[in-house]
């Protein structure tokens, strides 16, 4: 297994942009952002322009390092181009297992025998998606944490054909971007943290269902008991309903758990998608 030096993220939504923009700050790896969505590049370097600004205005950046870290991703449609120099390749498109195994089959395909071919899937396991690229050992999952710029953590998933050297190389590159992994040596739905926060988050609608408290009772409750900087339904809404309520119905397809919480599945029906469509378990004045 070569050295890392240059990483591809596929999906330049807010976590592949972020992952990238992580990657970049570190200064030593060259970077390709890749998406075939008209428009999107752009976004994703209008909204990273915006975070390096606001680090540049806190006085953790300085102008010129901004600049060059920005000039350190380069953006591309070109998927089988951009993955046949990587070294490492994260896919972070969306949560949808159809459009991760047309990613992951495409990269067998273009990326080297030797690179290591990461998913940033937060509930789906790289056992689903390694066989496809022809060499499992050098598959894993990298999950990182919205937004990535803010959050420490990376949970690094081992596969059942997952080598050591591909975790160990894993591990040591989300040290180098300044990030904390931890290491799961079999994987499981929801990882460790999501597996915690479903088993929250669900207590809470189900208190909340029946009658036992407020949605803002109960997260003032976590909040000043537990010390938890948000409460699961502020959570909710700022990760997104409809996020939350996919994994739960995948988690359910995979036969882990109950089916969703009536009250998550209304208000995702109906369009309530938290912060981003103003209202959720809270109303979000625009």
């Known amino acids: 297994m070569s050295e890392i030096k240059n ?23 060259r970077v390709t952002l890749v998406d075939a969505v008209p428009g999107q590049l752009d976004r994703a370097r209008a909204q990273n322009r915006k975070l390096v600004d606001r680090a540049v205005e806190k006085g ?59 998913s940033n899937s937060s509930t789906i396991a790289i056992s689903r998606l390694a066989d496809l690229t022809g060499n499992a050992a050098r598959c894993c999952n990298m999950h990182f944490f919205h937004p990535v710029t803010v959050m420490q953590l990376c949970e690094v998933v081992r596969g059942p054909k997952t080598s050591d050297a591909t975790v160990n190389a894993a591990t040591e590159f989300v040290r180098t971007i300044d990030r904390t992994p931890v290491v799961l040596n079999k ?49 909710l809404d700022f ?13 359910h397809r995979q036969g882990e758990g109950g089916d969703a919480p009536e009250v998550l599945r209304k208000l995702v029906e109906n369009g309530n998608l938290g912060r981003k469509t103003g209202k959720g378990f809270f109303e979000y004045p625009k």
């Open 7 to 29: 990483v591809t993220v596929v999906g330049a939504g807010t976590m592949g942009s972020q992952i990238a923009l992580q990657t970049a700050l570190a200064g030593r790896y």
């Open 60 to 118: 953790r950046l300085t102008k010129e390092q901004a600049d060059d870290t920005l000039g350190r991703i380069i953006d591309s449609d070109d998927l089988e181009a951009a993955a046949k120099g990587a070294d490492l390749v994260i896919e972070a498109v969306i949560e949808e297992y159809d459009t991760k195994k047309s990613v992951f089959t495409a990269l067998g395909n273009a990326s080297r025998k030797d690179a290591i071919l990461a």
């Open 187 to 235: 994987e499981i739905w929801g990882f460790i943290v999501n597996r915690i926060l479903f088993a929250a988050s669900e207590e809470a609608m189900h208190l909340l269902e029946g009658g036992y408290a407020s949605a803002e009772d109960i997260d003032t409750a976590v909040q000043k008991g537990l010390n938890w900087p948000m409460g699961p339904f502020h959570l």
């Open 239 to 251: 990760s997104g309903l409809d996020i939350f309520y996919g994994a739960m119905k995948d988690r």
